[in-house]
């Protein structure tokens, strides 16, 4: 069975430039949480999707937004980026067992802003 | 808001020496997960914990379940090379909050 892929591995952007990242969950999971991982604040969640709906979201601007389509893999995207955006990027797909929510995380992508 | 506070935030060990972190909250939980991130990849499950009390082993580490719900503890035991990452528990009830690690090295 295949785990979660996240495209691209690596992506150097530009300040005030946007991004999208891509997140395949693995087959069957249907829903898919981001989050931002950086060295001084640790994981820190973005957005859970299920069944192409929001379900959840943590505390960012705007700026940072996702969506997930009927085959559950997902995106986000971040607009006007800023150099406090670098940062690892982790997608995970939830497999519910005995009713908590056991999460399979992808490799990451690394976004650094320039 | 909900907080994991991890302990030690890093240790640096000789190898085949023992291991022991703890995770704690001020909030009680149904479950505790512990995660592995290996550098450049995303974390990886290590153990579930979802009874007070609970003590689960998955080879070398041995993780538990605190009696009052509001911690947990994870020991590896005769450290090798390959565990050094940094060690996340999850309060797999709030799932969206993770500790704020234990970054594991360990000196050949």
């Known amino acids: 069975k295949a785990g979660v892929t996240q495209t691209p591995r690596y992506l150097i952007k530009t300040r005030g430039q946007q991004v999208t990242l891509s997140c395949s969950p693995i087959?069957?999971?249907?829903?898919v949480s981001w989050y931002q991982q950086t060295p001084g604040q640790g994981l820190q969640f973005l957005f859970e999707?299920?069944?192409?709906?929001?379900?959840n979201k943590g505390n960012f601007p705007g700026r940072f937004s996702g969506r997930q389509f009927s085959n559950s893999r997902s995106e986000m995207n971040v607009s006007t980026l800023e150099l406090g955006d670098s940062a690892l990027y982790l997608c995970?797909?939830?497999?519910?067992?005995?009713?908590?929510?056991?999460?399979?995380f992808g490799a990451g992508t690394r976004l650094s802003v320039l | 808001g909900q907080q994991l506070n991890q302990n030690p935030q890093s240790m640096f060990i000789q190898e085949g020496e023992d291991v022991s972190m703890n995770c704690t909250s001020s909030?009680?939980?149904?479950?505790w997960l512990w995660y592995k991130q290996d550098p450049g990849e995303g974390p990886v499950l290590l153990i579930a914990?979802?009874?007070?009390?609970e003590l689960t082993s998955n080879g070398r580490l041995t993780a538990q379940f605190g009696i009052t719900r509001k911690d947990s503890f994870l020991n590896i035991s005769a450290s090798i090379p390959s565990d050094v990452g940094i060690y996340f528990c999850?309060?797999?009830?709030?799932?969206?909050?993770f500790g704020t690690g234990t970054r594991l090295k360990v000196l050949a």
């Open positions: 995970a797909s939830s497999l519910e067992r005995r009713g908590q929510d056991i999460q399979y």
């Open positions: 087959s069957g999971h249907r829903s």
């Open positions: 999707y299920f069944s192409e709906t929001q379900r």
């Open positions: 909030s009680i939980f149904n479950t």
């Open positions: 914990l979802y009874k007070a009390g």
């Open positions: 999850d309060g797999g009830t709030y799932k969206y909050i």
